[in-house]
């Protein structure tokens, strides 16, 4: 089995996340995807919203895909967990399956500030999402994939929603309701 993995703060969730698992599963022509939410990211130090809001969040964008799981180890840890500790879980759990860890340019360009990114390749192929061609060069070890991205981050949202701003198109629109229901992001 050919299995995506895609791991993050999503804080919150939106169209971009949620269009990438989908580009991704297609062009991979992957079996499965598993996103693993970050308690804290290394390499992100403004995740504002705890774990129970995020998780819900996660669940509710990408209830209706039925190809995608939510893996909680990362979360379950309680403190910072590196993508080699998450890999090595992943490859206990899925020894037979071919894992195919999923990352944006932005997190390509400095990986090699990842912890142990010189044994990463060794537990799967990293993919390497390219926003429309941009100008970066990916080489093996890494895969590129092309493919059309929807342009949007959390930290916009955040902020929008800060200022009272329309984000509602940027989201599913349970995420968005929960997001006003719980009154998240507004301070």
Request: aromatic share 12%; no cysteine; charged share 25%.
């Amino acid at each position: 089995m050919k299995i995506g993995i895609f791991g993050g703060t999503f804080d919150p969730v939106h169209n971009g996340h949620v269009n990438a698992f989908a580009e991704s599963y297609i062009g991979l022509n992957l079996d499965k995807i598993i996103i693993i939410p970050t308690f804290i990211s290394p390499l992100k130090t403004d995740a504002r919203t705890n774990d129970t809001h995020r998780l819900k969040m996660l669940k509710t964008a990408v209830e209706d895909y039925d190809f995608v799981t939510i893996d909680t180890y990362e979360l379950d840890q309680h403190h910072v967990t590196y993508t080699f500790d998450t890999l090595t879980y992943l490859k206990e759990k899925y020894p037979e399956d071919d894992l195919y860890f999923i990352i944006g340019t932005d997190h390509f360009l400095a990986f090699d500030q990842w912890s142990r990114s010189d044994e990463l390749h060794e537990l799967a192929t990293f993919v390497v999402l390219d926003r429309d061609d941009k100008l970066y060069e990916v080489t093996a070890p890494f895969i590129k994939l092309s493919t059309n991205i929807v342009e949007v981050s959390s930290s916009l949202i955040r902020q929008r929603l800060k200022s009272n701003t329309e984000v509602r198109h940027l989201m599913h629109e349970n995420v968005y309701g929960y997001i006003k229901e719980q009154r998240l992001y507004e301070t």
